[in-house]
């Protein structure tokens, strides 16, 4: 079991928070998603990215394992807000850091569209801020 520190900065362990999620446990809520979306990046798991997608706007490919790309290295996560939108609906704003290869830190801030079908939430777009 991975007792590690949990990527999405909850200060739990990765099994208790993420991993759960990552293992096929629904997540709660919009928050509780984008948050294990956040620690699937940073582990690497295309998988659960994909399946969290909502189906009418998931790419065909998300190029995280292109061969010969420089690495990236995620840095931290800041949630700063959550709000439900609707019955089945919510945003997610947060900031995300991270470096490509050996490059500078960057600061990526989006608004997160979530929609749930089913019991299951699901990462519908984002808008950069």
Same mark, same amino acid.
């Given at each position: ?9 909850? &200060? !739990? =362990? ?8 990552? *293992?096929?446990?629904? *997540?709660? =809520? ?13 582990? &690497? =798991? ?13 790419? #065909? ?7 010969? *790309? ?12 959550? $709000? ?14 991270? $470096? ?14 979530? *929609?749930?079908?089913?019991? !299951?939430?699901?990462?519908? #777009?984002? =808008?950069?801020?």
């Amino acid at each position: 079991m991975n007792t590690s520190p949990c990527p999405c900065g909850t &200060g !739990r =362990d990765y099994a208790a928070c993420c991993g759960r999620y990552h *293992a096929g446990e629904p *997540a709660p =809520d919009a928050d509780a998603l984008m948050r294990s979306r956040y620690s699937a990046f940073v582990v &690497g =798991d295309a998988d659960y990215l994909r399946t969290t997608w909502h189906p009418d706007t998931r790419p #065909d490919e998300l190029g995280l394992d292109a061969p010969g *790309a420089p690495r990236t290295t995620w840095l931290g996560l800041s949630v700063k807000d959550h $709000r439900v939108t609707g019955p089945d609906t919510a945003e997610v704003e947060f900031i995300a850091r991270y $470096r490509i290869g050996g490059g500078s830190a960057v600061r990526m801030q989006e608004r997160s569209r979530f *929609a749930r079908i089913d019991g !299951r939430w699901y990462y519908l #777009d984002g =808008d950069h801020r």
